[in-house]
Nanobody
Framework: QVQFVESGGGLVQAGGSLRLSCAAS??????????IGWYRQAQGKEREMVAQ????????HYADAVKGRFTISKDNANNLVYLQMNDLKPEDTAVYYC??????WGQGTQVTVSS
């Protein structure tokens, strides 16, 4: 079963930016062919959807809390999914995951935004 590996998290000050990356565990799996999303889970809270992109990159959808600040995109040539996060806020602090609508969760990548 294909799993997804997240990277790019870190510690950043409020107002800063980070770009998260997501890669499939199997190099032959074409990320461009599927719909996939970024999710996050803050400590003590439930996991929530942050951004989604459809197969073929036809459409994107964002949670209200990140609209205008986060951008989801695919790099089909390198078989990656990105989450560009700008104007980060302390409330964006969470572990971030990428995954299609179904399947196992990966390890995630920690994003910490200091005030």
């Amino acid at each position: 079963q294909v799993q997804f590996v997240e990277s790019g998290g870190g510690l950043v000050q409020a107002g800063g930016s980070l770009r998260l990356s997501c890669a499939a565990s199997q190099s032959t799996f074409r990320i461009g062919a599927i719909g996939i999303g970024w999710y996050r889970q803050a400590q003590g809270k439930e996991r929530e959807m942050v951004a989604q992109i459809t197969s073929g990159d036809r459409a994107t959808h964002y949670a209200d809390a990140v609209k205008g600040r986060f951008t989801i995109s695919k790099d089909n040539a390198n078989n990656l999914v990105y989450l560009q996060m700008n104007d980060l806020k302390p409330e964006d602090t969470a572990v971030y995951y990428c995954r299609p609508p179904t399947g196992p969760w990966g390890q995630g990548t920690q994003v910490t935004v200091s005030s």
